[in-house]
């Protein structure tokens, strides 16, 4: 990403048609950011502001956000300043990633009074802070005292003052940059010397085919056009105001920053919040497939251990046909097997009578046969186990927010996870299934874990109806939603039951496909478990473009 100063000010140029308009609502939707809904050229725009540390950005966003019930005491502030305020002007400070609002409005007793909005772009400095036209701060989103912080104190009643950055020329104010380099290092140099030029801003004017300062012309003649563009290069991402030599073709283009913004944020800060939530979760479905492979290996050692059981068998029938040739008191017999007609040295213990020794053989024929079964069942039941898991696994890479709850609730309900205090039941009018149209305008529903797998397999789908799984891949039920699926139905299908599984990011991936009727659930299997006949195997490429195509808006 580089929302540096230069993408600071381009994105100030796309939002001044803002400006005589009328601030109608603000909404705080998390402790970071702040939208403001802005009545401009007859229509409502939603400006949002995010002190975020990782998405610090401003921009115009399409995208609803909860509105908590409960204001917290900052956007309590903000509201009684600046709602009903006209903006005056968007400024920002130099080519820096510091930008000022200013709002004009009246107080409570109808007197015309100036506010001005603060929102500095700083990564983990972020911060949005309100002053009046004296500068003096009446609230900001994040509070410095002097105890925190030495260098300025952010806090209410506390005169504004600008974040000590380094004394940086501006770039729109020079016209040759060679006088700034005296080292080898021109990047380093560059990169210190030059107010709102981020890593990537360097590089690009770096790869001119020209000496430095032509170099830094031909770079500022190219930031006067302005085309939002994409770069997902795993594993990593950039957007910027303009294509990039140095990073080749763009993924994808848009029309305006602010559709470019929403795009990169609305995915990364989905899975910023579902990673967090399901950090927990992720960490304990670990934790468990260690376990039970650990376990795995052990019950496996145990079984081959029951090799012997034959061999204990045999001694014990071998001492009870000879009793009369031995004595208590030795410690080893020669006698014939007389399954192979072969001599064997059968050890024994010379504390024991022959008959103890004989049983004392039994006992471990027997010991070994039942420890033979229970490790056989063990390990067929610690493999379905860790199938179970490593579905889990893979369906943390592909499940949405909403989704987390239900598989927290699935592994409360098998026992792998202990139950919260009044944990109710899920029901089946609570569960969601994510919903698709095929291109041939068919609904295709799709089960992101295994109660979802579940209830669509058992409960919605009918008989009739086609149902599709990844062949010997975890991954989720997906099914058609019709008696007579078209061939782009059934190829549509197919690539979202390949998206939607552990071989999503694979290419020619193996899907099954059966009737509904054919789709079983063992009696006492985990979630999601399903065996299945008369199947046909259809190979796919997932691409998460395709699968975007498909989704119900």
Do not use: C
Not at 167 to 186: F, G, H, R
Not at 226 to 233: G, L, R
Not at 442 to 467: P, S
């Amino acid at each position: 990403m580089a929302f540096d100063g230069l993408f600071t000010s381009k994105i100030l140029e796309e939002l001044q048609f803002l400006v005589s308009g009328r601030i109608n609502k603000i909404t705080q939707p998390d402790s970071q950011t702040v939208i403001l809904t802005v009545r401009s050229n007859r229509k409502n725009q939603q400006l949002m502001i995010s002190a975020h540390p990782n998405f610090a950005r401003l921009h115009l966003t399409a995208s609803k956000a909860p509105n908590p019930f409960d204001p917290p005491m900052f956007l309590r502030v903000l509201r009684k300043h600046l709602e009903g305020g006209i903006i005056k002007l968007f400024r920002q400070h130099g080519n820096d990633r510091i930008v000022f609002i200013d709002i004009d409005n009246t107080n409570e007793i109808g007197d015309r009074v100036k506010r001005r909005l603060i929102i500095e772009l700083m990564g983990k400095h972020s911060n949005i802070i309100l002053t009046d036209q004296g500068n003096k701060i009446l609230d900001s989103m994040k509070h410095l005292t002097p105890n925190t912080n030495a260098a300025r104190t952010i806090m209410p009643g506390f005169q504004y003052e600008e974040p000590p950055t380094a004394q940086k020329k501006n770039p729109y104010e020079l016209d040759k940059i060679s006088d700034l380099i005296d080292s080898d290092n021109v990047r380093r140099q560059l990169l210190n010397q030059l107010e709102g030029f981020s890593p990537l801003a360097i590089d690009e004017l770096i790869a001119q085919d020209a000496d430095i300062d032509q170099a830094f012309q031909i770079f500022m003649h190219k930031t006067r056009d302005i085309q939002p563009v994409y770069y997902n290069q795993p594993p990593k991402e950039y957007f910027y105001f303009m294509p990039l030599e140095t990073l080749g073709s763009p993924d994808q283009m848009f029309n305006t920053l602010s559709e470019l913004l929403d795009h990169y944020f609305n995915e990364r800060g989905e899975r910023e919040r579902i990673k967090s939530r399901s950090i927990d979760l992720s960490r304990h479905i670990t934790q468990l497939l260690q376990k039970d492979r650990k376990k795995l290996t052990k019950l496996i050692h145990e079984l081959e251990e029951t090799n012997t059981m034959d061999d204990a068998q045999l001694y014990g029938e071998l001492i009870t046909a000879n009793m009369y040739q031995l004595k208590q008191g030795m410690s080893e017999f020669e006698a014939l097997n007389y399954y192979t007609n072969e001599q064997v040295t059968i050890p024994l213990n010379p504390r024991k009578t022959p008959a103890q020794n004989a049983q004392h053989y039994y006992k471990q024929y027997n010991k070994l046969k039942t420890r033979q079964v229970h490790a056989a069942n063990q390990i067929e039941e610690t493999k379905r186990e860790i199938d179970y898991l490593e579905t889990l696994e893979g369906q943390l890479s592909y499940i949405t927010y909403d989704d987390i709850e239900g598989m927290r609730e699935e592994l409360m309900e098998q026992g792998l996870l202990r139950k919260r205090q009044k944990q109710k039941q899920k029901s089946n009018d609570k569960i969601k299934l994510e919903k698709y149209q095929s291109a041939d305008g068919t609904e295709i529903l799709v089960g992101k874990n295994n109660l979802q797998n579940d209830y669509l397999t058992h409960k919605v789908a009918r008989k009739d109806y086609t149902w599709f799984h990844t062949k010997d891949i975890p991954g989720s039920h997906v099914v058609i939603m019709s008696k007579e699926p078209s061939d782009q139905d059934m190829m549509d299908a197919a690539l979202l039951a390949a998206y939607y599984s552990k071989a999503g990011q694979s290419a020619t991936v193996p899907v099954d496909y059966t009737l509904i009727k054919h789709v079983h659930k063992p009696s006492g299997a985990k979630p999601g478990f399903v065996t299945y006949t008369d199947q046909s195997t259809i190979y796919v490429d997932p691409a998460k473009e395709a699968v975007d195509q498909l989704r119900v808006k």
